[in-house]
């Protein structure tokens, strides 16, 4: 499996509290991408990096702010958590563009905000 | 916009059956296409692409699935299902191949019985 390690697993919190979700990877790739799922919904881009500082947004981006200071960690943040915000959220990484770049995912964070 | 359309949700069959899910997408130009496999539980691991050349796509467990441009379509099967097949199971399309950006479809959930 590629190196990508999602926190926390799981969480709780209240509606209106801000909660950043971390996604680090060890394999030095270029691409990291943010996406929730939802039952119905399949898995919607959030959003993605291209490189350090270098994002953009997906289809949800909605409510939604995203960083990448370091090749390593891409950080998910949602400023105001919102009760539509309930889902899992999952990190992909892949190294490029082309064949030999397919995505791989990490385990997946579970939110749930009350 | 692109979409991915999954017609089947919800599938059961018995051990040995064969499998077919269907997976129909709608963008007109070159395409990337794939298809995830969720294991209850666990994330998404990729099953098959296809790029180009040959539209039949061999992947890993025995699946292999049909490009068919005219249809497009690319719908996954397996000649004899087993137990441990239980997953869900995502249609995926990179429209034009830029970023890796993949639209999925909401997924079809089969359930083999023993």
């Known amino acids: 499996d590629a190196g990508i390690t999602q926190s926390p697993r799981h969480k709780v919190t209240e509606t209106g509290t801000p909660v950043t979700l971390r996604c680090h990877q060890t394999?030095?790739?270029?691409?990291m991408y943010w996406y929730r799922q939802d039952p119905g919904h399949g898995l919607r881009l959030i959003h993605y990096?291209?490189?350090?500082?270098?994002?953009d947004k997906g289809e949800v981006s909605d409510g939604y702010s995203v960083s990448r200071s370091k090749t390593e960690d891409f950080l998910l943040t949602l400023e105001s958590a919102t009760s539509s915000q309930t889902s899992v959220y999952f990190c992909?990484?892949?190294?490029?563009?082309?064949?030999?770049?397919?995505?791989?995912f990490g385990n997946g964070t579970r939110l749930t905000v009350t | 916009a692109q979409s991915v359309s999954q017609h089947n949700h919800h599938v059961i069959l018995s051990e040995a059956a064969s499998l077919e899910l269907g997976c129909n997408y709608s963008?007109?130009?070159?395409?990337?296409l794939f298809w995830y496999v969720q294991y209850p539980g666990q994330h998404l691991q990729l099953l098959l692409k296809?790029?180009?050349?040959?539209?039949l796509v061999k992947g890993i467990k025995g699946f292999e699935a049909e490009f068919i441009k005219s249809k497009f379509s690319f719908n996954l099967r397996k000649p004899s299902v087993q137990w441990s097949d239980t997953a869900e199971y995502f249609c995926?399309?990179?429209?034009?191949?830029?970023?890796?950006?993949?639209?999925f479809g909401t997924g079809t959930l089969l359930a083999v019985q023993p």
């Open positions: 394999e030095n790739h270029r691409y």
């Open positions: 963008y007109g130009g070159t395409v990337n």
């Open positions: 992909a990484i892949s190294a490029g563009t082309g064949h030999n770049s397919p995505l791989h």
């Open positions: 990096s291209y490189g350090v500082k270098d994002t």
């Open positions: 995926a399309v990179n429209p034009g191949g830029a970023t890796n950006k993949l639209i």
């Open positions: 296809y790029f180009s050349g040959d539209p």
